[in-house]
């Protein structure tokens, strides 16, 4: 998962394009927005993690840094 790469989805798609490309994703159908990453899994890493902050921002009127700050202590959360 790469910071940087999430970002920048955040802050060029909107949620129903990071949405629609979670699901061409899921489908294996080509994809219409650019999603950077090393593989095919990382991608859609970098997209569903861009789509739960994104959603947070939104419903919760917050900035990115505090999003993402919720979304890593979710993810710790779970693994530990």
Known sequence: MQLPLIKNLVETY????LRTAENAMMDETPLEITVE???EG???THVLAAIDIK??????NLDYRTALRN?????RN???
Do not use: A, F, P
């Open 14 to 17: 909107s949620l129903e394009q």
């Open 37 to 39: 990453g090393k593989d």
């Open 42 to 44: 990382e991608q859609l």
């Open 55 to 60: 959603h947070d921002m939104e419903k919760n």
């Open 71 to 75: 979304y890593t202590q979710r993810v």
């Open 78 to 80: 779970s693994i530990s």
